[in-house]
């Protein structure tokens, strides 16, 4: 994405130009306590240039600044040859050395998380960057205060002390692995998971795993979550109870998928799960991470796993449609279990006179042709809802502050937002107050959706509300053939020339209303609302165990079919 690349272009310019002005200042001139204090300055640009380039190697950066403190160290202490600071700089820079080489080792060995086992060393490992980055800034600081040579190379020592202990668990740990397996594989064995969940994706792709989580620990049977990405491993950790695994390579991979594995699940289509299908002991289980018309929902790569949970048979009918030639016992309707707290309206609402507004524009996508976003199109849209005294909740997709030109888009519908709550004191939710609420609690707080195509219509769906679907293209009248789902919606074209006929549809007279529960039953199943997601989790107990029944079903209330029932 080009935001992206200007923040990783950005970082890289001042981690290296801090560096070299930071130096140039104490090196070639008399203002030392300058120099010193743009030496931290580009230590902290080093520090964010790992947050936004994980794999950046600031070795000669920071080498560059550790030269230019001890320069400004002696000049400042003004004392001649120091053995103590002579000291210290021979220990920094083994350790400058030594931290790449480290963190590459660490970065190798697995990281667990709400599992009884330490695997601290891996993770000091991975932060010795901005270890060296803390104890240079301790240094210069010093060198500020002209404090004794001696503290520095006590300081030194000390950091030196916890990098040599990491280097010696880490060539323990590859040259004398312990008898009966790794501790991780150990504590595992001891757990007996019965399925994971394997999961790849870029930093912020989070949401595809906690969505899921709840269900699978409704399933009722010891699982693991196995990530593949650093990034991943803290925020799913602290969304479950399960242990959560850091697994880099195939090697780590072996350790953790132990004999009382069954299945995996994935939530998406990631180039990593190849690792995992090559374990061909498990059953392998597409869940996805929404249901939507897009190009991806019918991903040829499907056709690789055991088995694909889908929403609905209009989920099926999607792959057709697309060619691609998938055998019909791989499928498993499943509905989506995320939909059940979300509140079904039987009666049709008509002539809302303060309507409560839900707008959840998608981002641009990685290619042109996936790209649905409806933000350059949005600020005369929210406009009209405003005239109209509607309520404006705003949830973009996360990953739209990618893209700069979305960004600003998005920024000015926040300052329209801002400015007619002020004007009105109508509540709009948008930013960070909007993210807040779960998906579901939009739904709910809502009388009427406008969505691009995505999945958030499939699950809007389940409410029987009615929606809009902006058309961002130019496929006109083949709209609706690319994109059933949108048939059953008010379709609002990208020139916004029938917008007031759509919000006359979507808020006043919704004669799409009954056409809406039998295009909910093809894309949602047609189960019963009290225990929707039973129909999950009992597709997802067979899976592990063939052998298992469900109890008799008591009465439940089944979902409406039209709404005048």
């Avoid at 000091?124 to 240094?139: K, M, S």
Wanted: proline fraction near 7%; include cysteine; hydrophobic fraction near 45%.
């Amino acid at each position: 994405m080009r935001g992206d690349l200007v923040t990783k272009l950005a970082a890289r310019g001042l981690a290296t130009g801090g560096a070299v002005l930071a130096f140039g200042v104490v090196a070639l001139t008399d203002a030392t306590a300058w120099g010193l204090g743009l030496a931290v300055v580009a230590l902290a640009a080093t520090v964010w240039e790992r947050r936004v380039r994980p794999g950046a190697d600031s070795v000669a950066e920071t080498t560059l600044i550790a030269a230019g403190i001890l320069v400004g160290y002696a000049r400042q202490l003004d004392s001649g040859f120091d053995p103590a600071l002579a000291a210290a700089a021979l220990v920094l820079l083994g350790l400058l050395l030594l931290a790449g080489p480290l963190r590459d080792a660490g970065n190798l060995e697995i990281r667990a998380a709400n599992l009884p086992v330490r695997t601290w060393v891996p993770q000091v490992a991975a932060g010795l960057g901005d270890a060296l980055a803390g104890l240079l800034a301790v240094l210069a600081l010093a060198a500020l205060a002209a404090l004794p040579a001696v503290l520095a190379l006590v300081a030194v020592l000390l950091v030196g002390a916890v990098v040599g202990a990491v280097a010696l668990d880490l060539a323990r740990r590859r040259f004398r692995p312990a008898s009966g397996g790794s501790p991780v594989t150990r504590a595992l064995r001891r757990h007996q998971p019965e399925f994971v969940l394997h999961f790849s994706a870029p930093p912020g792709s989070e949401y595809q795993v906690t969505m899921w989580l709840p269900y699978l620990a409704r399933i009722g049977r010891p699982f693991v979550v196995m990530v593949r990405e650093p990034e991943s491993l803290a925020a799913i950790a602290a969304a479950t109870t399960a242990p959560v695994l850091y697994c880099p390579t195939l090697r780590s991979m072996d350790e953790v998928l132990v004999p009382s594995l069954r299945v995996a699940f994935y939530v998406n289509h990631g180039a990593k799960n190849s690792h995992c299908l090559r374990f061909t002991q498990l059953t392998h289980i597409q869940l996805h991470h929404g249901d939507s018309d897009k190009a991806s929902s019918a991903n040829p790569v499907s056709g690789i796993f055991d088995r694909i949970f889908v929403a609905g048979e209009a989920a099926i009918d999607r792959y057709a449609r697309a060619g691609v030639a998938i055998p019909a016992e791989k499928f498993v309707v499943v509905g989506r279990p995320q939909v059940e707290t979300i509140e079904v309206r039987t009666e049709p609402a008509t002539g809302l006179a303060n309507p409560t507004v839900l707008y959840t524009p998608t981002w641009t996508g990685h290619h042109a042709d996936a790209d649905y976003c409806s933000l350059p199109m949005a600020e005369p849209l929210l406009r009209r809802l405003l005239d109209r005294g509607a309520t404006v909740i705003l949830r973009a997709h996360p990953y739209t502050t990618q893209n700069p030109a979305s960004a600003r888009y998005l920024a000015r519908l926040h300052d329209l937002l801002a400015a007619d709550r002020s004007r009105t004191g109508r509540q709009h939710l948008f930013g960070a107050a909007a993210s807040r609420l779960s998906l579901a609690e939009s739904v709910n707080r809502a009388d009427a959706l406008v969505s691009d195509v995505s999945g958030v219509v499939s699950d809007w769906l389940y409410s029987g509300k009615p929606y809009a679907v902006t058309d961002t293209g130019a496929d006109g009248d083949r709209f609706t053939e690319r994109f059933p789902l949108a048939a059953s919606g008010y379709v609002l074209r990208r020139d916004l020339t029938n917008l007031d006929e759509v919000l006359t549809g979507l808020l006043d007279t919704d004669p799409l209303a009954t056409a809406r529960w039998t295009t909910r039953r093809r894309y949602l199943g047609d189960f019963p609302i009290d225990a929707y997601a039973e129909a999950f989790l009992a597709a997802a107990r067979r899976e592990l165990d063939p052998t298992w029944a469900p109890p008799t079903p008591r009465a439940a209330r089944t979902a409406p079919l039209s709404p005048t029932t």
